[in-house]
């Protein structure tokens, strides 16, 4: 079976523009979560999607902003970069909304110059 | 403030010894996810602890929740160098995972 999968790997933007990231999440999960790693922390909470509704939020701006899609894939959108969004960005899949076991993608290395 | 506070956050140590890394928090938690990350991968969940108490064993490593469910341990025991890499806990927290900082482990031939 396929893991948790994420678009791109990696991807340099500069500062004001806008990126997606994409994840599909492991067949038979209906939830989809989104953290931010910086360097040297552990991931941060950004979103959880479950039955394409969101079901939570972290302590992040506007600018962020994801959804989820009928096969439960995933987006997420990041406004306006900032030099502190260059984070690698990761995607968790579980099977229900509770987050009890959840499993992670390869992550999205984001650089913003 | 971190909620939950590992320790130590950085650990070198030659192939063959015993280690156990720490991961604590003043809060209880419904369970609590122990993850090993390697540079520029996604963390890889090692193992889900849910009752005060629990100990799981996954071949060389030993987990245990601690009795009030807030805190808990990872023991390696004769640690080979492919366990070198960033050990995470992660106490969830009703839909989201809290994450320590992390402990690195280095384990030198």
């Known amino acids: 079976d396929a893991g948790v999968t994420q678009s791109p790997t990696h991807l340099i933007k500069t500062r004001g523009q806008h990126v997606t990231l994409r994840c599909s999440p492991i067949s038979g999960h209906k939830s989809v979560s989104w953290y931010q790693q910086v360097l040297g922390q552990g991931p941060q909470f950004i979103f959880q999607?479950?039955?394409?509704?969101?079901?939570g939020r972290g302590n992040f701006p506007d600018r962020f902003s994801a959804r989820q899609f009928p096969n439960y894939s995933s987006e997420l959108n990041v406004n306006a970069l900032l030099l502190g969004d260059s984070a690698l960005y990761l995607c968790?899949?579980?099977?229900?909304?509770?987050?009890?076991?959840?499993?992670f993608g390869q992550g999205t290395r984001l650089t913003v110059v | 403030t971190q909620l939950l506070e590992q320790s130590p956050q950085f650990l070198s140590i030659q192939e063959g010894e015993n280690l156990t890394v720490y991961c604590n928090s003043s809060s209880v938690f419904s369970s609590l996810q122990w993850y090993r990350q390697e540079p520029g991968e996604g963390p890889v969940l090692l193992v889900t602890?849910?009752?005060?108490?629990e100990v799981k064993k996954l071949k060389r490593l030993t987990f245990q929740f601690g009795d009030a469910r807030k805190d808990s341990s990872l023991h390696i025991t004769a640690a080979q160098t492919g366990d070198t890499g960033l050990y995470l806990c992660?106490?969830?927290?009703?839909?989201?995972?809290?994450f320590g900082a992390g402990t690195i482990l280095r384990v030198k031939s």
């Open positions: 999607y479950y039955e394409k509704e969101e079901r």
């Open positions: 968790a899949s579980s099977r229900d909304r509770g987050i009890s076991e959840a499993f």
């Open positions: 602890v849910v009752t005060g108490g």
């Open positions: 992660a106490g969830a927290r009703g839909n989201k995972l809290v």
